[in-house]
């Protein structure tokens, strides 16, 4: 069984920083893409950070210079460094992970999700 489980979240006051991992386990031969979205109250689901398996890296405006995205390929597992937050930051966070496996119906990719982890910003 494939899954993703992240963990890190918490509360944090304004300036903060967080450190969020995303560990992958099960029967995967390899992970390409992998990111970072988030959903903040009453807000949609937004891409916070993105990693290919090669390292090439993107974000949203509203985070460049304060989060970097990271993956260890090694431990399937990818990492998002946040500093500097804000409140403005204060959302449920999930990882998301493109798995190419051999799975019932034969080999290719598939996108799973994590049940998300949260992250409040607050003082």
């Known amino acids: 069984q494939v899954q993703l489980v992240e963990s890190g979240g918490g509360l944090v006051q304004p300036g903060g920083s967080l450190r969020l991992s995303c560990a992958a386990s099960?029967?995967?031969?390899?992970?390409?893409?992998m990111g970072w979205y988030r959903q903040g109250p009453g807000k949609q689901r937004e891409l916070v950070a993105g990693?290919?398996?090669?390292?090439?890296?993107n974000y949203a405006d509203s985070v460049k210079g304060r989060f970097t995205i990271s993956r260890d390929n090694a431990k399937n597992t990818a990492y998002l460094q946040m500093n500097s937050l804000k409140a403005e930051d204060t959302a449920v966070y999930y990882c998301?992970?493109?798995?190419?496996?051999?799975?019932?119906?034969?080999?290719?990719?598939?996108?799973?999700w994590g049940q998300g982890t949260q992250v409040t910003v607050s003082s």
């Open positions: 099960g029967s995967i031969f390899s992970i390409n893409a």
């Open positions: 998301k992970a493109d798995f190419y496996a051999r799975w019932p119906t034969g080999w290719g990719t598939r996108e799973y």
């Open positions: 990693i290919t398996s090669g390292g090439n890296t």
